[in-house]
Nanobody, 119 residues
Framework: QVQLEESGGGLVQSGGSLRLSCRMTRSTFPIYAFGWYRQAPGKRREFLAGIDSGDATHYKDFVKGRFTISRDKPKDTVYLQMNSLKPDDTAVYYC?????????????WGQGTQVTVAS
């Protein structure tokens, strides 16, 4: 199993910044990649950014230049730095861990952290 714990959400003014953290508190599998997703009320969960085991990163176009994903391997923590936040960024943000082994293919999720951007 994999357990993920997000933190860092909160209320911020438009144009402000937040840094989300995702700490892996338990893992019995090697992690292929981590990702950040979000889900706004009435909308589907959407991918934002990912980082793989080789530290290669990729982003959805609408967050490029504003959001940055990074990781601290000794701390088993992945971050999402979010700058120039807009009211449309208001959502619950989730951390995801992908397990891809010959025996196990499974995604694990954290509990989510609320981000609210006030106009």
């Amino acid at each position: 199993q994999v357990q993920l714990e997000e933190s860092g959400g909160g209320l911020v003014q438009s144009g402000g910044s937040l840094r989300l953290s995702c700490r892996m508190t338990r893992s019995t599998f090697p992690i292929y990649a981590f990702g950040w997703y979000r889900q706004a009320p009435g909308k589907r969960r959407e991918f934002l950014a990912g980082i793989d085991s080789g530290d290669a990163t990729h982003y959805k176009d609408f967050v490029k230049g504003r959001f940055t994903i990074s990781r601290d391997k000794p701390k088993d923590t992945v971050y999402l730095q979010m700058n120039s936040l807009k009211p449309d960024d208001t959502a619950v943000y989730y951390c995801n861990a992908e397990v891809r082994t010959p025996e196990v293919r499974q995604d694990f999720w954290g509990q989510g952290t609320q981000v609210t951007v006030a106009s």
